[in-house]
Each structure stands twice: as structure tokens, then as C-alpha cells.
């Protein structure tokens, strides 16, 4: 059940954890994004026109990044993504930053933001003339993503299935949107995407917003890199990595720029900047009696992109504790049922805590800003170990150009991204910055005092009795406790 960016039509068969399941992963990129980000990206690019042009634009990104992610994919075959590479080619600090970002905020954001979509999209049928309430979306938000976790502690095998089943419902909400919006097309009703009309902008464009508009879309395109999470479990990732690249994402920024001409086709730009359930109004205005169809999909949709999402991170999670920068108890799996308890319990708790802080727009140009900082950190890295390690075998080896080429526009779209949202982005830097002085004290400072090693083992034994877990490892010498205990009293 390891969610990647593959299309449903591409099956690579991984294996979850120690269970000897074999799995084939879902598409993941198509998900709860689309759903929502329509809103953010025109309301930032102000025309229907630029929007159109900032979503195949970034899909095209979404390709230069995926290229260089193949090619460290391929010559540093560990799984975790982002977090292995940077930690093997900067060291420590800089793979502490990323994990303790990602542990932070970009999954707990991201989650948070699924589980709104899902709230607002099962909630909004009920209150058509009006928002759903504040406490009603939060309260069904946080019951849902104590459910899915139930689920993911209780077995890899419901996890899978919900996932397999739950595409489903992606595929058609976006399948009837498309299909619904040709037709209106074809009946000559889109005034709105005439090219006189469509560039009209509703006030001044900056490059500030525009550089807001790409995080927004960025949002529904996030998702492209997590096969590199499990590469060690990818069959043959030569051959397979770069053709999930080829047909996956061009795939996908097909689909996504005809939904959002679809969605133009029935609505006009001011009553999607109005709408808080996009897929919702665009139903009731074209369904008639079946739009009762659009808000199941939706929530099927989002429901099974939060179970994906927990899945990975708790995958990141015993990634970041195998190397020693995470608390060893989130490195434990259950005893019979095989599943990371202790570390989707911490991203459980982590994405409450945000539910109740954030508003769902401002959550995306967070969880994007860290996304992007963190894609461009990796890519540098890329070149940098071009230039530290120019032997190194590379099975898969990209063009100069191209990790060039999305560096400069990374380093453009955060800047102008940083000076437009200085709060929202800026607190995601500092909440990042935050782990330095963490990775000096909890893993850089290796003689700590014994009572502090004590503290640590007493609670993870503590959290090995309450949750029944132990290392997955059948290797004895690496199964004993990884703490100091065995420092001599």
C-alpha cells in the first residue's frame, strides 16, 4: 500500500515493511489537489488564462524535478527520498532539517489540508447557501484521520485495500467532470475561455502572485517523488523509474488542465473564487438530480489520499529513526500485525494539532513553500555530487541542463513566493530552523549524561509495552536496545 505517483495503469510490486505481501501501488499525484488548489491558483494569477498556463506549467516542473529524482533514485538506492539523499551527500544537519521538516510540517500540513477537503466536500451538500461550520469541518477532519489511523495500525492488508478501492473514486469525479465539461464545450458554452475574455485580469499581476499561483498548484502535483521513498523495493528502477516519469506525469497534467477547462466551461471565474467545494457547485449547476455523484467522489477521493499519506510518512518516519535522528520507538513495528504504530501515532497527533490552527489555503502555501525548498535542497545536492563524485556509477544521468534549469526557476519562485507570504512562508523556515539546535543536542552530542540515556529507554520501553511493538530487524545484534544503555553504570 505504498502510495506512489505511478498511474494506474503502471504496477510496480513493493513490499510493505517485513510483511512478505506483495503490493501494487495506487496513483497518488491525483488526489484531494485538484479538488481544492483550482481556487488558490486563479485567485493568485488573477485570469483564467495565466491559471491554465501556471498548471501545464506545472506539470512541466513536476518532469525536471522527477528526472533528477531518478537519477539519485538509481545511484543512491535507499529508500526515503529526499531525506536519504541529502543525508549521504550533505551529511547529518542538512538530512536532519529536511526529516524534521517533513516530520513537522509538510506531512501533517498536507494531511490536515486532505482532511478539510474531505470535510468541506461531505459537508457542503448540507449547507448550500453558506460555509459549513468552523467545528463541524474540524471535528469530521480529525474523526477521519483517527479512523484511517486505526486502520493503518490495525493492518497493512485493510490499508491496501482502502487504498486500491478509494481510486476509484478519484478517477471518476475527474472522468465525469471532463466528460461533463466537453459536452458543455461542445454546446458552445465557453465564454470564459476565450482568449479575449480569459486573459482579463481582475487586478495588476505580479510576480509575487504568480509565484503564489505555482504553490498552489504545486499542491495538487505534490506526490511525484514518493516512489523514491521505497526505491530499495521498486522491481528493476532503471527501466521503471524514468517510464513512471514519462507517461505518469504528462498524464496528469492532461487531466488536471482539462478539469480546470472543464470546471471553467460551467462556472465563471467569480463563482469558482466563491465556491468552497469547487467539484460541488460545478455539479449542482450541470448533474441536476445525480450531483449527489460529485461529493461522494470527492470524499472517496480524499479519503483515500489521507490513507496514502499516512502510509508515507510513517515510511519516512522509520527511515529517519533506522539512521538515528528520530527516536528509536518510531523505527518499531507491531508485533503481530506489522504496522508502524508509534509513528503514525505521532503523525496522528501532529496533523490534529494543526487542524486547529490553520486555514486551508494559507496551509498549502505553507506545506508548499517547505516542499519546494526541500525539492531544490535535493537537486543541488545532485549536482553537487556530480561534481564531488564524478566516477560514481549512475545508471540513469540527466542532462546538466535540466537540474540547472529547475534550480533557477525554484530559486525565483521561492524568493518572489517568501516576499509576497512573508509570515506564512517565513514561519515554515523558522519551524524548520528549529532543528538545528534539536540535531546538536539529541544526535550530534553523543556523551550525555546517563540519567538522560535512562529517560530515553525507560519511555521506550514504556512505548514498546503500550503499543506492542519491537524492531522489524531478525538480525539479533540488531534488535538490542540502540540506546546507551549498554554504557557501563
Given amino acids: 500500500m505504498i502510495p506512489s505517483f505511478l498511474p494506474i495503469f503502471i504496477m510496480f510490486h513493493c513490499q510493505c515493511l517485513e510483511h512478505n505481501v506483495m503490493v501494487t501501488p495506487c496513483s497518488n499525484i491525483i488526489g484531494s489537489g485538484i479538488f481544492i488548489s483550482p481556487k488558490g491558483v486563479l485567485e493568485h494569477a488573477g485570469s483564467v488564462g495565466l491559471s491554465l498556463i501556471v498548471w501545464m506549467l506545472g506539470g512541466g516542473i513536476c518532469t525536471l524535478g522527477s528526472m533528477c529524482y531518478a537519477e539519485l533514485g538509481v545511484t543512491i538506492p535507499k529508500s526515503g527520498g529526499d531525506y536519504s539523499y541529502v543525508t549521504e551527500i550533505f551529511g547529518g544537519l542538512v538530512g536532519f532539517l529536511l526529516l524534521w521538516s517533513a516530520v513537522l510540517i509538510m506531512y501533517p500540513t498536507t494531511l490536515a489540508v486532505i482532511a478539510l477537503t474531505f470535510s468541506n466536500y461531505v459537508l457542503q451538500p448540507a449547507f448550500q447557501n453558506c460555509l459549513p461550520p468552523y467545528i463541524a469541518t474540524r471535528l469530521l477532519a480529525t474523526i477521519c484521520i483517527l479512523f ?3 486502520v493503518n495500525c490495525s493492518s497493512v492488508r485493510w490499508a491496501t485495500r482502502i487504498q486500491d478501492v478509494f481510486t476509484v473514486g478519484k478517477l471518476l469525479a475527474l472522468a465525469l467532470i471532463i466528460v461533463v465539461g466537453l459536452v458543455q464545450i461542445c454546446r458552445g458554452h465557453y465564454d470564459a475561455l476565450r482568449p479575449s475574455v480569459a486573459f482579463e485580469f481582475s487586478g495588476d499581476p505580479s510576480v509575487g502572485q504568480i509565484a503564489l499561483a505555482f504553490l498552489q498548484a504545486s499542491f495538487a502535483y505534490s506526490g511525484w517523488n514518493f516512489l523514491n521513498y521505497v526505491t530499495e523495493e521498486v522491481v528493476e ?29 460551467s462556472m465563471t471565474p467569480e463563482e469558482l473564487l466563491a465556491s468552497n467545494a469547487v467539484a460541488v457547485t460545478f455539479g449542482e449547476k450541470l448533474l441536476g438530480i445525480f450531483s449527489w455523484v460529485m461529493p461522494i467522489s470527492v470524499a472517496l477521493s480524499t479519503f483515500g489520499g489521507i490513507n496514502g499519506y499516512l502510509f508515507t510518512s510513517s515510511r519516512l518516519c522509520f527511515s529517519g529513526a533506522r539512521e538515528g535522528h528520530l527516536p528509536y520507538l518510531l523505527a518499531m513495528i507491531h508485533l503481530k500485525n506489522c504496522t508502524p504504530i508509534p509513528a503514525l501515532l505521532v503523525c496522528c497527533i501532529a496533523t490534529i494539532i494543526i487542524l486547529c490552527i490553520g486555514e486551508t489555503h494559507n496551509l498549502i502555501n505553507y506545506v508548499s513553500f517547505i516542499n ?53 512562508c ?21 556523551n550525555k549524561p546517563k540519567w538522560i540515556y535512562r529517560v530515553v529507554e525507560r519511555v521506550t520501553y514504556m512505548g514498546q509495552k503500550l503499543c506492542f511493538v519491537v524492531f522489524p530487524q531478525e538480525d539479533p545484534s540488531e534488535t538490542e536496545p540502540l540506546t546507551a544503555s549498554k554504557v557501563n553504570d
Fill in 148 to 150: 484511517l489511523t486505526w
Fill in 237 to 265: 528502477p532503471r527501466k521503471n523509474l524514468p517510464r513512471a516519469i514519462y507517461i505518469s506525469i504528462p498524464l496528469v497534467t492532461l487531466v488536471y488542465t482539462m478539469t480546470n477547462i472543464a470546471y471553467f466551461s
Fill in 426 to 446: 517565513g514561519l515554515g523556515m523558522v519551524i524548520m530552523l528549529t532543528g538545528v539546535p534539536v540535531y546538536f543536542i539529541g544526535v550530534h552530542w553523543k
Fill in 372 to 424: 519546494y525548498l526541500s525539492y531544490g535542497v535535493t537537486i543541488a545536492g545532485l549536482l553537487y555530487l556530480r561534481k564531488k563524485r564524478p566516477h560514481l556509477h549512475r545508471p540513469i544521468k540527466v542532462n546538466m541542463l535540466i537540474p540547472i534549469s529547475y534550480l533557477i526557476f525554484w530559486a525565483v519562485l521561492l524568493c518572489f513566493s517568501l516576499y509576497s507570504e512573508p509570515v506564512v
